[in-house]
């Protein structure tokens, strides 16, 4: 077991017998692996950074441009936004921050991520907040192969699907903490969703939920193991 604490640029990692493992924040110009199967939605080389001096100053106009099978890198830092639309293409996004609250994209117009055309190929966010600040605004609008692993979501209705029953597509959401202003669901059929190691600010609280979860792992206070402070990246520095 481990309890992870950031601190002053690294990450540090201290477990039940004492010892402590350090680990730098990563960045841009580090080697990048990500773990299988998702390694599939990157081809391994095109890598697109976002921040000050970057080659996008804003996630949004980077997921725009990226071309299919890249690794989007976002400095830490904020960053007001539109909806990002994803369509028709595979993309890895990942903050560099030391913690989901170092990278936060905060969008006023409907979702943070959304899948607006249900042709994304596949999408793996890690260790970002998306926020969804204003009624009716949502973190992420799941309805294709997405992955959303050690986030921090917020949003009135925090995560949504979509109003119908169909196709064969998964989304995942892992070591997140979902905390919601009104719902933390909204129109999911939850026979497409996984809920993995997920801590819930409080009570569940769903708004047109069908079926079942696929997976149905989630607490709703602190606990070991649940939340972005555990879990493992899919997406990592080599060396």
């Known amino acids: 077991m481990s309890i992870y604490l950031p601190f002053r640029g690294r990450d540090r990692f201290f477990n039940q017998g004492g010892d402590m493992k350090t680990f730098e924040t990563p960045t841009p110009s580090a080697g990048w692996t990500v773990a299988s199967p998702y390694d599939a939605w990157w081809d391994g080389k095109t890598i697109v950074t976002v921040g000050s001096g970057r080659d996008y100053e804003d996630p949004e106009t980077a997921v ?3 071309a299919d099978q890249s690794l989007i890198l976002v400095d830490a830092g904020s960053y007001n936004t539109g909806e990002i639309i994803v369509t028709g293409k595979r993309l890895v996004v990942r903050g560099l921050g ?3 609250t170092d990278v936060i994209i905060t969008q006023t117009e409907d979702a943070v991520f959304e899948d607006q055309d249900l042709t994304t190929k596949g999408l793996l966010i890690e260790n970002m907040k998306l926020v969804g600040s204003t009624n009716y605004r949502r973190a992420v609008n799941a309805r294709s192969d997405i992955v959303v692993s050690k986030c921090h979501l917020y949003g009135y209705y925090t995560v949504n699907g979509m109003s119908s029953d169909g196709g064969t597509w998964e989304t995942i959401l892992k070591n997140c903490y979902i905390e ?3 719902y933390h669901f909204s129109q999911v059929y939850r026979n497409h969703f996984h809920l993995i ?3 819930l600010n409080g009570a569940i609280a769903e708004l047109q939920a069908y079926n079942s979860w696929l997976t149905e792992d989630y607490v709703t ?3 070991e193991e649940y939340g972005y402070a555990y879990g493992d990246y ?3 520095p080599i060396g």
Do not use: D, I, L
Request: hydrophobic share 20%.
């Open 64 to 66: 725009e441009a990226a």
């Open 180 to 182: 919601r202003g009104t």
């Open 221 to 223: 206070s602190a606990t």
């Open 234 to 236: 899919y997406v990592n």
């Open 197 to 199: 190691k997920c801590q």
């Open 98 to 100: 030391e913690s989901p």
